[in-house]
């Protein structure tokens, strides 16, 4: 879900700044800004399950919800989080 939503966002900001000034409503920054919204919202409440599960400080979880929202960041946070709990699958498991 991270990477969906960071290659949406990483699409508007690209495409979706340089047409601003001459945006209108229905045009195609607004569709991609649009469905960068509800694909946060999805993004959102799949970091917040798995927040929960896997125990996570407040700061993790408010970081890793908030990386949807920095251009590239959600790759970044991505990488991170699997890194850490395949770590630490790895040492319950073993």
């Known amino acids: 879900m991270a990477y969906i939503t960071g290659v949406v966002l990483a699409t508007c900001c690209l495409f979706g700044f340089s047409f ?6 229905h045009s195609v920054a607004a569709i991609m800004w649009t469905a960068h919204g509800y694909l ?3 993004y959102l ?6 927040a929960i599960r896997a125990r996570w400080s ?4 408010v970081l890793v919800m908030a990386a949807g929202t920095i251009p ?5 946070a ?3 989080v699997t890194h850490g709990e395949q770590s630490a ?3 319950a498991s073993a």
């Open 58 to 61: 407040l700061l993790k979880t």
């Open 89 to 91: 699958f790895e040492r």
């Open 20 to 25: 601003w000034p001459w945006a209108v409503p």
């Open 45 to 50: 409440i799949a970091a917040f399950m798995l």
């Open 40 to 42: 946060y919202m999805v």
């Open 78 to 80: 991505e990488r991170r």
């Open 72 to 76: 590239l960041m959600s790759f970044v």
